[in-house]
């Protein structure tokens, strides 16, 4: 079978020097045999794509579910779209894709259910233990709680993949990470000002009208409108999402495609070594912190949500103390992680990795009964 181009030929023809090469990766926890035809990279983005806690992410919040429709996102089609812009740019900028899916794929699985609502309530439970991280969960989860393979726990992935997830845990506190953990960083940005602008557009929580207030939206619009000044409703609604994506990928390339033709850096550790970061450039970067915040006052502590969110929360609060009170309620394999971990950190992991269907379930089963709260329709 030596007809096969191998993972080094193909990335040497196809990768800028600047990438992270797969024949510059440092190996896995556990050592394993190179695969035949596929690269160390495309088996973790694979080894991602086939775990549980991936599957789980389409029973997710995003932002909105439950009884506002279908339209929105889930976490799970959240992190394809991430997928998608971060190959986009690292196509580009000739970065290794594979490790950038594997990362993209990777950089949500640890949110617990009800999104961030769920995890701030988590996050207070264990306020005494160190609180919690979806971040930091990922990390459990796909070196410890992920159990596909006989010869060692967790999914193995290679030391870059973690490094770069541990990276996002840590945010600011770190040197600058290689790109590819930053093109998905960057594309996360990119994706969820653009889909919770158009989610929040298609709920009806905002208006195009309102979001024009911001710099970034108005000109968007303007910009659309004098391609096609009959676009209205639905389409000029699309027409606009499609619009923010495109500047801010365009801006990235323009801006960071100049840095790195200027410099020309040897490798991945120079650019590292460097401290380079990608993103926009300033004036669209100011542009992109207005949308932000007014995504933050107008949508996510929209009224329509705010009541929700404390349910969901009180409801994670209850489930927790309860699960602690009555730890014989846990599966068995968190009756004995709790003896390895404590028992607030394995209740806290067991609900963690529960879908929000699955979460109702459990509380309308043992806690509702019993004098609880009613079902989690919409949180934030």
């Known amino acids: 079978m030596n007809f096969f181009q191998t993972t080094a030929e193909r990335e040497q023809i196809l990768l800028a ?76 900028l000739r970065l290794n894709e594979d490790l950038i899916e594997a990362l993209a794929f990777l ?62 845990a840590q945010k600011q506190s770190g040197p600058s990470p290689i790109l590819e953990v930053q093109v998905v960083d960057l594309a996360d940005s990119i994706t969820y000002d653009s889909h919770d602008t158009d989610d929040a557009l298609e709920l009806g929580l905002v208006t195009l009208h309102e979001l024009r207030e911001t710099c970034l939206v108005a000109e968007v619009v303007d910009r659309v409108l004098e391609r096609n000044h009959d676009l209205e409703g639905r389409m000029l609604r699309k027409s606009v999402v499609h619009e923010l994506i495109d500047w801010q990928v365009g801006d990235v390339l323009d801006h960071c495609g100049t840095w790195l033709r200027e410099h020309r850096p040897a490798n ?4 590292h070594a460097a401290g380079f ?18 995504l933050h006052e107008q949508v996510y502590r929209h009224e329509k949500l705010i009541q929700q969110r404390k349910l969901a929360q009180n409801q994670l609060r209850e489930m927790f103390l309860g699960f602690q009170r009555n730890p014989h309620w846990l599966p068995k394999r968190f009756q004995r992680r709790a003896d390895q971990i404590g028992l607030k950190r394995s209740v806290a992991d067991y609900i963690a990795g529960m879908t929000d269907r699955y979460c109702q379930q459990q509380y309308q089963r043992l806690f509702a009964s019993n004098g609880g709260g009613g079902s989690v329709e919409t949180v934030c």
């Open 17 to 92: 020097p600047y990438a992270m090469h797969s024949a510059q990766s440092t190996g896995r926890e556990y050592p394993e045999t190179e695969h035949l035809y596929r690269g160390p990279y495309q088996r973790d983005r694979d080894r991602v794509l086939h775990s549980a806690a991936y599957r789980r992410l389409a029973d997710k919040t995003q932002v909105f579910t439950g009884h506002m429709g279908d339209y929105h996102r889930t976490r799970l089609t959240h992190t394809l779209e991430v997928a998608s812009i971060a190959r986009t740019i690292g196509r580009a």
């Open 107 to 168: 950089h949500d699985i640890g949110h617990p259910p009800f999104g961030h609502a769920g995890e701030d309530a988590l996050d207070e439970c264990l306020s005494g233990e160190g609180g919690f991280s979806h971040n930091v969960y990922a990390l459990c989860l796909i070196r410890e709680l992920e159990i596909r393979y006989a010869e060692f726990p967790g999914l193995n992935l290679t030391r870059e993949v973690l490094a770069g997830q541990r990276a996002r």
């Open 268 to 271: 991945a550790t120079a650019v």
């Open 277 to 294: 970061h990608l993103g926009v450039g300033s004036a669209l970067e100011e542009k992109k912190s207005e949308l932000e915040v007014f």
